[in-house]
């Protein structure tokens, strides 16, 4: 059995880090776009407020 935490990495959030980088690559900060540098992930309720 996979670990979900994996597929989920893959499937969901390894795409987005992808096109983030994608568009560093681009030099879209140049064109006035930030870009996140620190994404925080979790379910609802699991204290990710607590984080920032």
């Known amino acids: 059995m ?3 935490f994996i597929s989920s990495y893959t499937e969901c959030i ?3 880090l992808n096109a ?3 568009m ?3 030099n879209i900060l ?3 776009v930030e870009l ?3 994404v925080i992930v979790g379910d ?3 204290d990710k ?3 920032v």
């Open 2 to 4: 996979a670990n979900p």
């Open 14 to 16: 390894q795409p987005l």
């Open 20 to 22: 983030i980088n994608g």
């Open 24 to 26: 560093r690559q681009r």
């Open 30 to 32: 140049e064109e006035g």
């Open 36 to 38: 996140p540098t620190i």
């Open 44 to 46: 609802q309720s699991s």
């Open 49 to 51: 407020a607590s984080i």
